[in-house]
């Protein structure tokens, strides 16, 4: 059958896409099938009435974070509306968590999970005459009940590139999936699972030098913390592995490259913020910052979220990161589950601290998500004392307290009226 896959590739989403299109490009019978990069939803709308045309099946696919659920709400309307004949298929973070939510919007196909095995496996069958929904990984409604084809096994990173760059495209590298902390709010460990998996120093390396080819000199990195990088727990730090690791990509890259680990796209756990991992970013890498997941001021709130670190850890960390030159950005999250006026003065006299240290605030609000521990509780509210606090600090320096944590506090209560009562 002739299949054109249409994604839209929004800035939220590119990352996932780019995983999935690299999947495609390398299989033998799926990398010709067409995948067309739609950036924006009205080009989508537009874009669709010619591309349908030319195609036995047209397949539109979405990955999106349930702070989008309104805006792909809208999207799976108008595309129901005006192209009745695609197949819709989403993935991501939300859909993996709300199966049946995200169905009920109105897409034909849900793919739970990591995706890769599973959209290579369903464009072979499309494109081969068969049954595509005969496949383990995907949901889909049947007589309005969910049927749900069951788990797949994690993907192995190195099957795999990270990015499409057989079709030109390029992006961060991914070097790492799966986390064992699986904090209360977070979906990582439950998409992922709680089992690390690494891309092979090769496999990164190799993805490495198709961008530096191409002039693309900025190496960053996606993984949920990342001196755990060729850790076999995801809890120790594996020194020497990190250390053949950040060689061989400072080899690469330099004189002319520069080298990001644990700054945007990634982040740190603050146990691991040491003085050995710390001498190797200062050998071999070029951040100015660290993130660091700190998350509460409160050793209560620490616990009960599952953090499984001390208020200490991210104090040294802070500390150590200004000693070897570094910004440390710490994030907080405010408004987390059980929160108690003394959590909040705990949590207020923290941050004075590290900021006296010399760290910026990377500020949150608490949003429940779907599959985490976290699902039903109450949104996050930030304290008036918080509130004022923040405000204080910047009106000293402008720049040391930053993040969307306002936003936030209104998506939470949208995200908790959706996920409780089902309100779009
Ligand atoms: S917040 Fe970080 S450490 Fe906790 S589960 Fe998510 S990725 Fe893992």
């Known amino acids: 059958m002739k299949v054109a896959f249409v994604v839209y590739y929004s800035k939220l989403n590119r990352n996932s896409f780019n995983a999935l299109s690299a999947a495609l490009g390398v299989d033998e019978v799926t990398k010709d099938i067409p995948i067309y990069f739609v950036k924006k939803e009205e080009d989508l709308i537009k874009g669709l009435c010619e591309i349908k045309q030319n195609y036995d099946m047209t397949v539109v696919g979405t990955s999106f974070f349930t702070t989008q659920i309104w805006e792909v709400n809208d999207l ?44 290579v496996e369903f464009f072979r069958r499309i494109k081969l005459d068969e049954d595509y929904l005969n496949i383990k990984g995907i949901a889909f409604l049947k007589d309005d009940n969910v049927c749900y084809t069951g ?37 990582t460990s439950h998409i992922f699972g709680g089992k690390v998996r690494h891309r092979s120093i090769e496999r990164v390396l190799e993805a490495a030098e198709r961008m530096i080819k191409r002039n693309l000199t900025d190496f960053r990195v ?57 001498e190797l970013l200062k050998t071999y890498a070029d951040n100015k910052n660290i993130i660091i997941g700190a998350q509460s001021g409160s050793p209560c709130i620490l616990k ?58 990377h500020a949150h609000t608490f949003m429940p998500f779907p599959q985490t521990s976290y699902s039903k509780e109450k949104p996050g509210r930030i304290d008036p004392k918080i509130k004022e606090t923040i405000s204080r600090m910047l009106k000293e320096d402008k720049n040391v307290v930053f993040g969307n944590w306002t936003v936030q506090e209104r998506e939470a209560e949208r995200i908790y009226k959706y996920l409780n009562y089902g309100m779009l």
């Open 76 to 119: 799976v309307k108008r595309i129901k509306n005006e192209h009745k004949e695609v197949l819709l298929i989403a993935g991501g973070p939300h859909p993996t968590g709300d199966i049946e939510g995200t169905l009920k919007l109105g897409f034909d196909v849900v793919f739970v999970g990591e995706a890769e095995d599973s959209i």
């Open 151 to 187: 788990k797949r096994d994690y993907v192995d990173l190195d099957k795999y590139p990270p990015f499409p760059y057989m079709l030109g495209k390029f992006g961060h590298i991914e070097i790492t999936r799966g986390c064992p902390f699986a904090c209360n709010f977070c979906q």
């Open 222 to 278: 996606i993984t949920p913390n990342a001196f755990s990088y060729l850790s076999e727990d995801g809890k120790e730090v594996n020194i020497k592995g990190l250390e053949i690791f950040l060689r061989e990509v400072n080899r690469l890259y330099k004189p002319k490259g520069t080298i990001n680990i644990g700054s945007f796209p990634s982040e740190v756990r603050p146990e691991h913020v040491r003085e050995d991992t710390l």
């Open 304 to 361: 009960n979220s599952r953090r499984g670190h001390a208020l200490e850890d991210v104090y040294r960390a802070v500390k150590l990161s200004v000693k070897y030159g570094y910004i440390p950005d710490v994030d907080f999250i405010f408004g987390l589950p059980g929160e108690t006026e003394k959590d909040v003065l705990d949590t207020i006299k923290f941050m004075k601290e590290l900021v006296t240290l010399g760290a910026r605030i």
